[in-house]
């Protein structure tokens, strides 16, 4: 199939684009948020293939994914088909509700002309969808294999816009973790954050390559998951991925990503800092629980289990 996608979330297309399918990713001139292209700093196969945004119009498209409320007005707009009607299609929820929990009202609830599908089971026990036809399909992510040593004794972390997104992402928990190793974030926006919280046992990695930044992360000895209110975060996926110790917060989804014994989750802060210090303290105890992290992360979330989902869905919505 041909489908119609923007470039919204790099993770999670990252893995959506090694289907079979062609993806058609729109692109224009500054490459701002309606229209990025190809990613830059992922490694995208052939199939992810960039078209002007002003040329939709003349392409062939089986279906529409719209992942933002705009981009059904913006389908529209640059193809002069109707999303739902003209042209079939599917919403992609990647975030948990904000505002009014548990009542918040999802802005594609009661659509009979869509079907709606969220990336987790804690966004559609929470998002009040109405009558919308809903589906759950897990993460996948490309495996980066196991490539955790753990040979540095610090926690990693990865946090993208910790300072816009302050306690939605336990970005005020870091120096209190901190307090137990030092503690290295990687990803977009965190250049400042050192500075900002006043915290010297906190360095900052900002925008690195999905590789390198594999590369880094698997050196570090734990892997910490910070977030009060998110979906579920793709980085705690790779890290377990990687074969990394995972400590995280009993929030949203990662009490079910962290089955026993791949990781320790729990709500108590203080609890959570002294297993990352026995943890530091215990590499063998470490790599033990890394091992385990990764055979349940390839158990739930490969790649090849989340495409075949994404094709079954695509084949009973373009019919």
């Known amino acids: 199939m041909r ?21 058609l990713l729109p692109v224009i001139p500054g490459r701002g948020p309606d229209g990025r292209g190809r990613a830059q700093t992922w490694d995208w196969p052939a199939n992810a293939v960039e078209v002007p945004a002003d040329r939709l119009r003349d392409e062939h498209i089986d279906a529409v994914i719209l992942q933002r409320p705009g981009e059904e007005e913006l389908t529209r707009q640059l193809t002069g088909r109707r999303p739902g009607r003209d042209l079939p299609a599917i919403y992609l929820e990647h ?29 559609e026990l929470f998002w009040d969808c109405g009558g919308t036809a809903v589906s759950v399909i897990e993460h996948g992510v490309v495996d980066p294999g196991p490539r955790w040593t753990g040979e540095l004794p610090r ?39 050192p500075r900002a919280l006043g915290e010297p046992g906190i360095t900052a990695h900002e925008d690195l390559p999905q590789a390198r930044m594999h ?19 793709l980085s705690l996926i790779e890290a377990m991925h990687l074969g990394m110790p995972v400590v995280a917060l ?36 470490a790599a033990g629980m890394g091992k385990l992290a990764r055979e349940a ?3 739930r979330y490969g790649l090849a289990r989340f495409l075949a989902d994404w094709d079954w869905l695509l084949a009973e919505v373009v019919r």
């Open 155 to 193: 926690i990693a972390a990865v946090v993208n816009e910790p300072l816009r997104r302050g306690r939605y992402t336990g970005t005020d928990l870091l120096p209190y973790f901190a307090q137990a190793a030092p503690l290295d974030v990687f990803g977009m926006g965190v250049r400042e954050l």
């Open 3 to 23: 489908l119609l996608i923007w470039h919204v979330h790099g993770s999670w297309t990252t893995a959506f684009v090694q289907g079979r399918h062609t993806c």
């Open 297 to 299: 992360a390839l158990a």
């Open 215 to 233: 590369a880094e992360l698997a050196r570090r000895r734990i892997y910490l998951h910070p977030f009060r209110w998110t979906s579920l975060g």
């Open 95 to 123: 975030d948990a509700p904000s505002g009014d929990v548990p009542l918040t009202r999802h802005p594609m609830a009661d659509r009979a002309d869509l079907h709606l599908v969220h990336v987790t089971h804690f966004n």
């Open 250 to 285: 009993a929030t949203t989804e990662a009490a079910e990503a962290i089955p026993p014994g791949a990781g320790v989750v729990s709500t108590r802060r203080d609890y959570l800092r002294d297993v990352i210090r026995a943890l530091l303290a215990d590499p063998q105890a």
